[in-house]
């Protein structure tokens, strides 16, 4: 994993912009990074997987963008239009659905689609209705003309999904970066990815942070399950953390967590991110821009 020295954070007291425009700029050189070795490969299919919150929406249309500027024609696919249904999901021991598994995705579909876009550059898409959890009766057709298929979402290394095509460019994408204050941990990587998931949850889910704790138990063993096992597959390795995150997002989570009551099972683990964040001077998020990997968590984007 990747450290950040605490001594970036300094600058936050001194020049928040500069820290900001230097965070925003190293996740455009990565972003830029991979689209060169996409386009080098000369593949037609990317896989793009990593664990909740780890930025794979926003890093695979960046990624989509930076093909087309380098004048490659790139297009989208987001695994979660494949869902098959909430009547369909299997079931956890404690009789809850488990949303993790692969087996909540159609699987025969997906392969259809892939070898149609790797034989000809074309298919037709399912589109997933979340509010109904069902698919919808439109579709989305697709052509590729001549360029490149980025396919995001949490299970896009499993062997039933890019085993059939080993020509595939493979992305693993995470918020990688622990916090270092010489040797002291002070947030992380796995952190910064619970504040993410939190702060959407609650802005955008109407999900409380005690609710959101509640689930990432379930989600963290969704990850061991089926997404790390496959993650050293992955032709490159994306950290999507940026240096200046956690003092854009002690705004907007720090109140949250503080928020939660005492009795909360997970208080312990509240404490200790709580107590992480005073290491932090705070940064307006107003220096976010607009098409930040950030606004995707705190909105405005």
């Known amino acids: 994993k990747r450290l950040v020295e605490i001594d970036l954070y300094n600058i936050a007291a001194r020049s928040p912009e500069a820290l900001a425009e230097m965070s925003e700029r190293s996740y455009r050189e990565r972003v830029r ?3 060169e070795k996409v386009r080098f490969s000369g593949t037609k299919i990317v896989m793009l997987t990593g664990p909740s919150a780890s930025g794979k929406t926003t890093s695979a249309h960046k990624l989509a963008e930076e ?18 249904g909430a009547e369909f999901y299997p079931r956890m021991p404690d009789g809850t659905l488990d949303y993790e598994n692969p087996d909540t995705m159609d699987l025969p579909l997906i392969r259809q689609c892939l070898r149609e876009l790797s034989e000809t550059g074309k298919t037709v898409l399912p589109i997933y209705d979340f509010t109904s959890e069902k698919r919808s009766d439109a579709t989305e057709p697709v052509d590729l003309q001549g360029g490149v298929c980025i ?14 095509h ?4 493979k992305l693993y994408i995470s918020a990688r970066s622990n916090v ?9 990587g796995t952190w910064m990815r619970l504040t993410r998931r939190a702060v959407r949850d609650y802005s955008f889910r109407g999900t409380g942070v005690a609710d959101t704790l509640e689930m990432w138990a379930n989600v ?30 002690k705004n907007f989570a720090l109140p949250l967590l503080q928020a939660v009551p005492e009795e909360n099972t997970r208080r312990g ?6 107590e992480a964040f005073q290491w932090f ?19 405005g984007g």
């Open 33 to 35: 990074y991979a689209a």
């Open 67 to 84: 093909l087309i500027r380098q004048g490659t024609p790139a297009h989208v696919v987001s695994l979660d239009n494949f869902f098959r």
């Open 151 to 164: 396919v995001e979402g949490i299970h896009a290394l499993n062997d039933d999904i890019a085993g059939p």
């Open 166 to 169: 080993p020509e595939a460019a």
């Open 180 to 188: 270092n204050d010489g040797a002291a941990l002070r947030f992380k």
């Open 220 to 249: 963290r063993r969704g990850e061991k399950l089926y997404i790390s096992p496959y993650k050293n597959r992955a032709d490159i390795i994306f950290d999507s953390s940026l240096p200046y995150e956690v003092s854009v997002m």
């Open 269 to 274: 683990e509240l404490l200790e991110l709580i």
């Open 281 to 299: 001077e705070p940064i307006d998020p107003e220096l976010v821009p607009v098409d930040s990997l950030l606004r995707e968590f705190i909105g």
